[in-house]
């Protein structure tokens, strides 16, 4: 019987996220080395089997990575932030005859634009709240001043977890707005953006592993996002994280797969950019029923850290990347 391949990986990225996912693909018995670029102290910490970081080339430097890759005999990359991926590292990584655990350039498009990712959701028919996009601020002010519900505020573009904003009031959302928009508090990612329906419910992610066709999900998580306890305080990316969780019955995971995920995949496919990584997708289970937040090409930062611990024992993560 032939020996599996072994694998050598390049894993991108100097958070939690990065430290749990080298943490798990070091349990590999088919993984050799993971490199760190540029890792943390949790990486660099000896404690990881045949795991060490690595402080250059930079993590934006694709060519450099390239040239690190081939020579250390790299054949797997794990791009674990959302700026390499949107930037497109993996076209970067196909070129030089490696294999990368991510989406390319034009699927990532579903996380570096909003404004791209919630048209993408009307043209399928996914669920998700009612949405304008605007480049032009008079317009922006003028359709929010229609507005007799509460809104949702969300810079189109990667604005590092912060670019959505949910206002307390009308005059908080015109202040917001003015600061995304004129004073750029989050610089271009603020050029576009989308005002949609605030949505009541609780929010519920979903980490969806995908070849472009068929999906496989691991348990929903929850996540806390905004600063303060009481749910008081500016959002964030997350402020920690829980799963299993008791709003995940199996009916509604079906719902989910059937309603969102697998439509989502095959829109995907169908425009021509298949999908291959793991999908993020931010749900609020509304009275409604379940509807789409957003959509992150990779993993989440912090449901990884929490996700990653609950696969079985028998599950080698390096192997679902690499299948």
Not at 200 to 228: C, M, N, V, W
Not at 250 to 270: C, F, N, S, Y
Not at 308 to 321: G, I, K, N, Q
Request: aromatic content about 8%; proline content about 6%.
């Amino acid at each position: 019987m032939e020996e599996a391949e072994r694998l050598r990986i390049l894993l991108i990225g100097n958070g939690g996220r990065e430290h749990a996912l080298a943490w798990r693909l070091s349990q590999s018995p088919r993984v050799d080395v993971i490199y760190v670029a540029p890792g943390n102290g949790g990486t660099a910490s000896g404690s990881l089997r045949n795991v060490s970081n690595i402080s250059s080339p930079k993590a934006d430097d694709f060519q450099g990575l390239m040239i690190f890759a081939k020579e250390h005999n790299v054949n797997l990359v794990v791009p674990g932030p959302e700026a390499p991926i949107v930037d497109g590292i993996e076209r970067y990584v196909r070129a030089a005859g490696i294999r990368c655990f991510g989406p390319t350039k034009a699927a990532a498009r579903m996380e570096g634009s909003k404004a791209f990712s919630k048209d993408f959701m009307a043209r399928h028919r996914i669920p998700t709240a009612e949405y304008e996009n605007f480049n032009d601020y008079e317009a922006a002010k003028k359709y929010l001043d229609s507005l007799k519900h509460n809104v949702v505020l969300k810079a189109s573009g990667l604005a590092a977890g912060k670019g959505v904003i949910i206002p307390s009031s009308k005059q908080e959302a015109h202040d917001v707005l003015k600061n995304i928009m004129l004073k750029k508090e989050f610089g271009a990612a603020g050029n576009e953006v989308v005002i949609e329906e605030y949505l009541e419910g609780e929010e519920l992610s979903f980490l969806t592993f995908s070849d472009g066709y068929t999906i496989k999900s691991l348990p929903p998580a929850q996540d806390h996002k905004r600063i303060f306890d009481g749910d008081e305080g500016p959002n964030t990316g997350g402020m920690g994280c829980y799963a299993p969780t008791k709003i995940a019955s199996k009916a509604l995971i079906d719902e989910v797969h059937r309603t969102i995920l697998q439509p989502t995949i095959d829109g995907m496919r169908k425009e021509g950019f298949p999908f291959v990584g793991i999908l993020f997708t931010g749900l609020m289970i509304t009275n409604s029923g379940p509807k789409t937040l957003e959509y992150n090409v990779r993993f989440g930062d912090p449901e990884t850290q929490t996700l990653l611990p609950l696969m079985s024992a028998d599950t080698d993560l390096a192997e679902v990347m690499i299948a």
